[in-house]
């Protein structure tokens, strides 16, 4: 389930989420080139998508992730589900503390393959209600 630790100072007026795993949809920036069914057709890689940098917006909370070179997971949200798409480099955060949001900016530095997606539940995440794989 990856790695959330959460700092609340209720003195200071609020909390802080950290993060190893970015998890979104679709609408917060998740990339329309990472395509399930595709994907076990011909294997995606990282280097589709050499140089190329994503954003995600107005995820829920102020959060932290970690600094490169350490990676983050990248998840696909779809309707609830997980999908364990592989590994990300964190490039920019912005933290909009009106709408107690965070959004960045970040690049793909690996992607897992369709029998790896498979495994990261055993070895990352063993919530079965979560897992987008097992239907």
């Not at 949001?101 to 919530?127: C, F, H, Q, V, W």
Request: aromatic share 14%; glycine share 6%.
């Amino acid at each position: 389930m990856g790695f959330c630790l959460v700092i609340n100072n209720n003195l200071m007026g609020g909390f802080i989420k950290i993060n190893d795993t970015l998890q979104i949809t679709a609408e917060q920036g998740f990339p329309s080139e990472l395509n399930y069914e595709k994907h076990l057709e011909k294997n995606i890689k990282a280097e589709d998508f050499s140089g190329r940098v994503f954003e995600f917006k107005d995820k829920e909370d102020i959060r932290l992730y970690h600094r490169p070179p350490v990676r983050n997971f990248l998840v696909q949200n779809i309707d609830g589900k997980w999908l364990y798409w592989g590994l990300i480099h964190m490039l920019e955060i912005f933290h909009d503390h009106q709408k107690n949001t965070t959004s960045g900016k970040y690049k793909i530095i690996y992607i897992n393959t369709p029998e790896e997606m498979k495994k990261a539940y055993e070895l990352i995440d063993r919530r079965e209600d979560f897992n987008y794989l097992k239907k």
